[in-house]
């Protein structure tokens, strides 16, 4: 018995030798998503469970050690010995890799990627994993560890109390993932995003470590989003929902319009996964919009015969989920990161219902469907303006535009026009701005200064921004229009640097920044154009030699090999530097420290731009403060050195 124990595992672990072998292949990383990654994929076995019309909740919480556990209250996972396959239902979902799917076109199943493979590839990756399931009046409980070994075989007791579902802990295994701490925030977004998709179905999450603990439960499904999800925005109409199948494709739909707000906010899902890169569905959703937008202006004559309202005008300001159920069989992801619904019927299916069940909504609800254009033609009027402005900076000559340019600020531009090396450096005040022009390499780096602090622009009016002088020179200076009518190819800078104190004020002033170019120049983050100066954080010095720390590892490090009769300053902004020591720390290719901005999840940058920075939101601000933030006392390494005194 021992024996065949010992050769059951072997085989086994051979079987998810692949998964530990190239981990990536099967959860996309080992860094912090793919760690999450291994949470979706035993959360979305028991959303299929809820879905196919068994167990009404979900629970997940993360413990202290950061394993998880996942239970459910559907049929219990498969456990029995399956004499064809010649080994135990928990073996065949927990450690073979085998696909397993019957292809049936009214059961839609939940897209994890994995196809039913989730369970092993987590346990392939888990320092171990505890399955009970709750079948027939009886616990079935199985332990697998270090990457699927089974500890001891499958042990029965019976239930005292009628139970059924599946109860699933594992510890993902240190050695494979980069960082296996479990983020609240993340794991909560998705069960919400799980929740909104799966009608009626309760998802309660708790983590141990702090006694957080939440519920997210949508009774009427996607509809009820909005309810929620108040953008701050003021809304135009009640959501507008709409469901229907075509070619076997389901289609569900809830949107929303607002008259102060330019962004387009399109949340597409294709069987229950988020497709932040769009596909074919949202194709199919655009050119319905437009289409019934269209016909009912020209129709109601709110539009001059000869004009048509683009795409763009009437998604300024929206807001949907748009999700949709593929059959299997046709179901298909592409782009860099499978996020991309590839199913090609999906476009013609969200089309037809969309176009179908919108143009009679607008014909049925005129005072809504009317407001709703007009926002649209608003949209229309300021794309045309901006395009006018540009035009006319195009045709400006050059001594005009020069006059435009110190007129708007006080940029010291640089010589060269290859921009594709040129940098931009926006530098928070005139005094740090006077040491960067000194220091700079006049040939490839511009600096504007910046003159207090800029406007906030999240949930402020275009017209207000376009009037507002400092992000107008920024707007100017870069070149490459704002809004729509920003094109990438028109900057004159490759780089976009941003440059403050290192304090409180200077990280305002980033944010007040950085939301500025992620509402009104995005494209230009997306290419990988923005950064933040990196000015460092402390100088020790001694004489004939002098070291700059970043962080305080860099400090501790730099003390080590000083050890004694130095002077350490600490730098709070970058008037405290000479023009030579800015250039050599921040400025110089060489030697500075730039982070680039980049936006990981649009949707979640989105949420948090409103949350953090949109002056309506000051409740909600105060809420995810006091459930995020410890205000406990950090001793610097400044106050340690004067108690040394
Ligand atoms: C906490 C995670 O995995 N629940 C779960 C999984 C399954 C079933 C029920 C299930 C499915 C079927 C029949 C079926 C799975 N079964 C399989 C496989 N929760 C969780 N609950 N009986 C039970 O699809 O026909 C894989 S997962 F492959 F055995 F069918």
């Known amino acids: 018995m021992a024996n065949n124990y010992t050769a059951d595992n072997l085989t086994m672990l051979k079987g998810l030798e692949p998964v530990r072998e190239r981990p990536g292949m099967y959860i996309g990383s080992t860094d912090i998503n793919g760690l999450h990654h ?146 609240y925030q993340k794991i909560a977004n998705s069960l919400d995003d799980r929740a909104c998709l799966a009608k009626g179905v309760t998802f309660y ?47 569900e739909f809830v949107g929303q319009f607002y008259s102060d707000s330019y962004s387009e906010n399109i949340h597409s899902f294709a069987n229950g996964v988020r497709t932040p890169e769009g596909g074919h569905h949202v194709s199919g959703l655009k050119r319905a919009l437009t289409s019934c937008f269209n016909k009912y202006a020209q129709n109601h004559k709110l539009i001059k015969a000869n004009k048509t309202l683009e795409g763009s005008d009437i998604r300024e300001g929206f807001a949907c989920i748009l999700s949709v159920w593929v059959p299997e069989r046709i179901l298909q992801f592409e782009g860099q990161t499978k996020s991309q619904l590839g199913t090609k019927e999906a476009n013609q299916a969200v089309d037809n219902v969309i176009e179908n069940k919108l143009s009679y909504y607008l014909e049925e609800h005129a005072v809504e469907a009317n407001a709703i254009v007009e926002k649209c033609l608003k949209a229309q009027e300021a794309r045309e303006k901006a395009k006018e402005a540009k035009d006319s900076i195009r045709k400006m000559s050059k001594a005009e535009f020069k006059a435009a340019s110190n007129l708007s600020g006080k940029l010291a531009p640089c010589s060269s026009k290859k921009y594709s090396q040129n940098e931009l450096f926006i530098v928070e005040g005139d005094s740090a701005g006077g040491s ?131 002077v350490l300053s600490r730098y709070k902004g970058l008037g405290e530097m000479n023009a030579d020591q800015l250039g050599e720390t921040t400025m110089n290719p060489k030697s500075r420290r730039l982070i680039q901005v980049t936006i990981d999840d649009v949707e979640e940058c989105q949420s948090k731009v409103n949350l953090f920075m949109d002056k309506r939101h000051a409740d909600k601000r105060r809420e995810w403060i006091d459930a995020n933030v410890d205000f406990g006392y950090h001793k610097d390494h400044f106050e340690e050195i004067k108690d040394h005194e």
């Not at 309810?227 to 494709?249: L, M, N, Q, Y």
């Not at 504007?448 to 949930?459: T, Y």
């Not at 995005?522 to 720390?549: Q, S």
């Open 38 to 183: 291994l949470v979706w994929e035993i959360v979305d076995n028991a959303v299929d469970e809820a879905n196919a019309g068994f167990g009404k909740k979900i629970s997940v919480i993360i413990h202290a050690d950061n394993s998880i556990t996942v239970i459910d209250e559907g049929r219990g996972v498969p456990c029995d010995y399956n004499h064809k396959e010649k080994m135990s239902g928990f073996d065949m979902v927990y450690r073979t890799l085998h696909a397993g799917g019957k292809f049936d076109d009214t059961n839609y199943k939940t897209a994890g990627g994995l196809h039913g493979v989730g369970g092993a590839v987590v346990n392939a990756l888990s320092t171990f994993m505890e399955i009970h399931s709750y079948r027939d009046g009886k616990d079935n409980f199985i332990r697998y560890e270090n990457g699927g070994k089974k500890s001891y075989p499958i042990q029965v007791s019976e239930l005292t109390r009628s139970k059924r579902g599946t109860m699933v802990t594992f510890l993902p295994d240190p050695t494979i993932f980069e960082d296996t701490n479990f983020d």
């Open 205 to 251: 999450l708790k983590d141990e470590r702090t006694s957080r603990e939440q519920e997210f439960l949508y009774v009427n499904g996607i509809s009820e989003y909005f309810t929620t999800h108040a953008f701050g925005k003021t809304a135009i109409c009640s959501p507008i929902t709409i469901e229907g199948t075509s070619d076997t494709i389901r289609i």
């Open 436 to 566: 960067a022009k000194k220091c700079r390499s006049r040939e490839f780096q511009a600096i504007l200064p910046l003159r207090g602090k800029p406007k906030n622009v999240v949930g402020e009016d275009r017209g207000d921004i376009y009037d507002n002088k400092e992000l107008n020179t920024i707007v100017f200076t870069i070149g490459a229009g704002v809004d729509e009518e920003f094109k990438l190819k028109d900057m004159h800078y490759s780089k976009i640097i941003i440059m403050t104190d290192a304090d409180d004020d200077g990280c305002h002033i980033q944010n007040l920044l950085i939301s500025f170019f992620f509402e009104h120049m995005r494209p230009l983050i997306e290419a990988g154009h923005l950064y933040i100066a990196c000015p460092p954080l402390y100088r020790l010095a001694k004489k004939g030699e002098e070291i700059y720390c970043w962080t305080d590892e860099d400090l501790d490090k730099a003390r080590e090999k000083m050890k004694t009769g130095y």
